[in-house]
DNA sequence: GATTGCTGTCCGATATACCAGACAAAACCT
DNA sequence: AGGTTTTGTCTGGTATATCGGACAGCAATC
């Protein structure tokens, strides 16, 4: 999936055609990649597509209302109807939708960040979050995705793998910290492996060096995890302070639970 | 924009081909104007496409995760990449970050519903509501559509349009509002019209007999109204609570708006 | 002001995505 | 049970959507 399209491609010739569905599909993963417009003119590039299908896409995806393109520099994003339609999965899924308002319902008790996480693929993506009342504020926007091995809701998320899928899923950038550091991949494999059945997972200093996750699965009826909550913390809280917001979590987690 | 073009479409042949992108868009609208999973085995019929087309497109849009199939009973709905990527668009679009966040606060000071609404196609969409404080509630859920005649909003983002193009949007079934009263089209014209420029629009039991609704345009940079912001109101509310309310709405209004 | 590069639009050829229809399996009837 | 309808999968042929490339309009550079 990465882009390799450069010179060689005129070898083959003929066969690069491609149904315009998957070009939309890539196009839809590419902007939510980049995080923010990017210009019509760089899409064909970006994309490996020809500059006519391109055009072409983006005219009909944004009369539909799936993208819109800003009127001054003609970037593409995505549009109202995505959100429009988007809404409908969150008001419609009943884990999403009973796990926000448990987030919600944790931080006002505790004051402290909580987060419903998922897994997108091979990231991590947060559905819902409330921030805390501490004065410094340790959290991430609705929507924002991160790499799996940032994270302990991460390793909870692919408690059910094995070592060959793990490998498989997790890209060499994922294994870079954002201060540079870079995680073991035979170490956070067994983390993983160790997650599994687990009631927390706790992990110290990894997207910073001043914060801590605690995470709890929420298991779907066959025993898998389809989501987590997580507790963001600062890294100095008491342990008695922990002790009770790891209890309220495991209890928030039991009750999203489909399973024992 | 309606397909017209093939003029000499013989009346059975085989005219009858799509490409799979048009299907794809035809298949969300669907989807969001019913509100509920659909059967796959329905969609056939419900979209007039050819059932080999649609498993296609289902399988694709499932793997990319734009669809959801529920295990037991086949039914899909929206996915959630589809929200994931619709958040991007809440979170990038100035208008509508700014227009939550002042919704939510004119309801926790007024005590009263309030929703930033938008126009979509021929459906006027809530993009955002805070529910007001009184024991009985009048809210929509975000999310939800409605005919454009059955509101005040619907009037102010209609004001910029000609009679024609009022009149080529509005389906019969729109004018005709849930007690089934039929609104007439040629004073909801006149009524469109006259919205023009207006400050705020009142429309009073449109939508039940017992609520009114109080709107504000949120003009754009050439003076074209991009959304609305409205109150919703219980019928019997004094004059002079409207009145503070109706300037709390205007000043929140003209905040938003490009253009005075 | 000539040159170069970039952007968006348009058009014809052809590779192929869509469609019709056959088939199997399940569900639903008498 | 046996027949009938519904559902999901698969395959080959053909209408057509995609693609390459040409073109015109701008902008930037020399």
């Known amino acids: 999936m990465n882009e390799q399209?450069?010179?060689?491609?005129?070898?083959?010739?003929?066969?690069?055609?491609?149904?315009?569905?998957?070009?939309?599909?890539?196009?839809?993963?590419?902007?939510n990649g980049r995080g923010r417009p990017v210009r019509v003119?760089?899409?064909?590039?970006a994309l490996g597509a020809p500059r006519s299908t391109i055009y072409e896409i983006v005219r009909v995806l944004t009369e539909a209302g799936m993208l819109e393109v800003s009127g001054d520099d003609n970037r593409v994003y995505f549009g109202r109807a995505m959100y429009l339609y988007g809404i409908n999965y969150f008001r419609d899924n009943e884990l999403i939708r009973r796990g926000s308002s448990e987030v919600e319902a944790l931080s006002k008790m505790t004051g402290e960040t909580s987060e419903l996480c998922v897994l997108n693929r091979n990231r991590q993506a947060i559905i819902h979050t409330h921030p805390g009342s501490r004065p410094m504020r340790i959290s991430s926007e609705v929507g924002s995705q991160f790499p799996i091995p940032w994270t302990a809701s991460g390793r909870l998320l692919l408690s059910h793998m094995t070592p060959a899928e793990i490998r498989d899923l997790i890209e060499p950038e994922d294994l870079v910290l954002p201060d540079r550091r870079v995680v073991d991949i035979e170490g956070f494999i067994v983390e993983c492996l160790a997650a599994?059945?687990?009631?927390?997972?706790?992990?110290?200093?990894?997207?910073?060096?001043f914060s801590?996750?605690?995470?709890?699965?929420?298991?779907?009826?066959?025993?898998?995890?389809?989501?987590?909550?997580?507790?963001?913390?600062?890294i100095d809280v008491t342990d008695e302070q922990r002790a009770v917001l790891?209890?309220?979590?495991?209890a928030s987690g039991r009750k999203l639970s489909m399973h024992e």
Do not use: W
């Open 246 to 250: 790891q209890e309220h979590l495991i």
């Open 41 to 45: 003119a760089d899409l064909p590039k």
């Open 196 to 209: 599994r059945g687990k009631s927390i997972v706790i992990t110290r200093g990894l997207i910073n060096s």
């Open 212 to 234: 801590q996750c605690l995470a709890v699965p929420i298991l779907g009826m066959h025993g898998e995890v389809q989501a987590t909550i997580c507790f963001v913390l600062p």
């Open 5 to 31: 399209g450069t010179v060689s491609a005129s070898v083959v010739s003929g066969g690069n055609r491609e149904r315009g569905i998957d070009r939309v599909l890539t196009l839809f993963a590419y902007l």
